[in-house]
Each structure stands twice: as structure tokens, then as C-alpha cells.
């Protein structure tokens, strides 16, 4: 590889992490630093599907936490990654998805890894939270 494609490489991947880290942080459901506690204090007591978004311990990785059908609450972590299809967000391998859950859009991942319909899950709006 010519420097100018590596140059060019390495400038495409900062962009691509820019733009996406950027559509989690200012995403209506997006907590930031907040624990699991905090995340199912918030949480309890709403409806089926209702979810929020945080950041995780490593760079790059992020959390869903959603309340299940039986009223259960998840955290399900999530990475921004790079493989030799390209840049996608990547969720842990499951029984049940045994690769993990691939996308390349935020908002096809989340109800994927809610397993439910898109029209059905409900982003807990942090009110708190600065956009832009």
C-alpha cells in the first residue's frame, strides 16, 4: 500500500468513527456515563422496549440497555469495529446469533439487538442531554 493510500485509509477510518460516535452521542436516547444501576433505575417501570444508550469501558464500545417483553431489563454492549467487510457496529455473539449482529446503521442495529420490530422500540430521551 502507497503512503497516500494509507494516508487516505487512516483519514477515512478517523471520519468513519467521528460520524458514527458522533450519531450515538447525540442520539435522543444516549446516557453517557451512567452504570447499570443507574441504567435500570431508569428504566423500571416502563414500557416493554423502552431503551437507552451508554458508553462502555473500552473505546470504541457502547451499551443498550432495553426493558424485555417479561419486564426484564438487558444491557447488551455493542463496538464500533473494523473487518474485511468494512466498518460496522457489532454486538457479542449470542446462541441465537452465533456470528453476533452486524450492521452498518445505528438505528437497524438497535431493534436487531432488541429483537423486535423497529416501529416498537421506545428511546428513553435523556432531557438532560446536550445535542450538537
Known sequence: MSRINAIVTASTIIEWIQRNQE????????????????????L????PLTYLLCSGEKEHSYFISF?????????????????????????GSTSKYPAGVISKDLEELIPLMMHCDPSSCIHLTNKNATLG
Open 23 to 42: 450519531q450515538i452521542e447525540t442520539h435522543p436516547a444516549w446516557y453517557h456515563h451512567i452504570s447499570e444501576n443507574e441504567a435500570e433505575a431508569l
Open 44 to 47: 423500571r417501570d416502563r414500557s
Open 67 to 91: 426493558v424485555k417483553e417479561d419486564g426484564s431489563i438487558k444491557h447488551q454492549s455493542f463496538v464500533l469495529e473494523l473487518d474485511k467487510r468494512g466498518w460496522y457496529y457489532r454486538n
